[in-house]
């Protein structure tokens, strides 16, 4: 069985490539567990040298998921899984419009139509996000039944793509489930361009004994995950029996309702004689009006009926990030 990962070399798809590669099987479309014995790391950038724990049934590719030519020479055999991860995150989106259709929108099209193509309705996950979600009228829980008026470009387009993934199954042309990510923490290496970016940033730099500008106010409230839970919710997910899903196929992962406050409290708890750099609050305009618009509590009440794995507490998470990259 071949397996595709979309955004394969980011952060959360290299990680949950090894651990695929780490368990050896996937459903195939046939409905039975097979061996992964081909897969394919697909990304517009690509590193100059190859990551650890990959071993030679994996293939690195670099190209546009908005190229056809491309994605058809990716999608080339029916007995395939995708995991579609690849997308612009929020603030660039919402900074580039044009950019955030072609490969959010296009980009998906493009690949759901090679899926289609080849008659074997695989399996194919797709990653959303909170960002889905917004409007005046969004409750202060949302669900995965609340209706979704987002506020920002890269959230519409995480919500038209999670329409796409229920139409293509509800055809048969695939078979689909989305996972609705919250943040992610705590990222390694450098901020990106998500307006999300702060909830790693502001555990990851005074970990480093960097000075940290907290954009948002301490009071800020993000529903979040650590990564391990998350690629292991991927997993989960894609495993998932269909049956289960019904005809909405898009599911709010697990994820602790958090405020910044009780994020770098818990930093300080974990951190003990570690010397930290300092947070110092600084209000960016732009990053707040961008996750003003998000929900500050995701009920993952399916998820939890489907067994999806959820984080115990901050401390985990802090303590995994230092484990794993500190």
Request: aromatic content about 6%; hydrophobic content about 45%; overall charge neutral.
């Amino acid at each position: 069985m071949k397996v595709v990962i979309t955004g394969g070399t980011g952060f959360l798809g290299l990680r949950l490539a090894r651990q695929l590669l780490a368990h050896g099987t996937a459903t195939a479309p046939s409905g039975k567990k097979e061996a992964i014995d081909e897969m394919v790391l697909f990304d517009v950038v690509v590193p100059s040298a190859r990551p650890e724990g990959l071993d030679d049934r994996v293939k690195i590719v670099a190209g546009e998921i908005a190229d056809a030519k491309a994605i058809d020479a990716l999608i080339d055999t029916p007995n395939i899984g995708v995991y579609h991860l690849a997308s612009v995150v929020s603030g660039q989106g919402e900074q580039d419009f044009d950019l955030a259709l072609n490969v959010n929108l296009r980009g998906h099209l493009l690949l759901l139509e090679a899926v289609r193509r080849l008659g074997s309705r695989p399996r194919y996950l797709f990653s959303s996000s909170v960002a889905a979600y917004g409007g005046a009228a969004m409750p202060k829980v949302v669900s995965d039944q609340t209706k979704q008026t987002p506020q920002t470009t890269y959230g519409m387009t995480k919500a038209v793509g999670e329409l796409l993934v229920n139409d293509y199954t509800r055809k048969g042309f695939i078979d689909g489930r989305t996972a609705r990510l919250p943040a992610v923490i705590v990222r390694p290496g450098k901020p990106n361009k998500a307006a999300s970016s702060f909830i790693s940033a502001v555990v990851r730099e005074p970990l480093n004994g960097v000075d940290y500008a907290l954009p948002v106010p301490l009071e800020t409230r993000m529903p979040s995950a650590g990564y391990r839970t998350i690629v292991s919710d991927l997993e989960a997910l894609f495993e998932a029996d269909g049956a289960k899903l019904g005809d909405d196929r898009a599911v709010n992962l697990p994820n602790l309702p958090i405020t910044v406050a009780q994020l770098i409290e818990s930093l300080k708890n974990v951190a003990g004689a570690r010397k930290l750099g300092r947070i110092d609050v600084k209000p960016d305009a732009f990053v707040m009006s961008v996750i003003a618009g998000w929900p500050t509590t995701l009920d993952a009440s399916r998820a939890e009926v489907l067994g999806l794995p959820k984080d115990t507490s901050l401390e985990d998470i802090i303590k995994a990030y230092i484990e794993d990259y500190a």
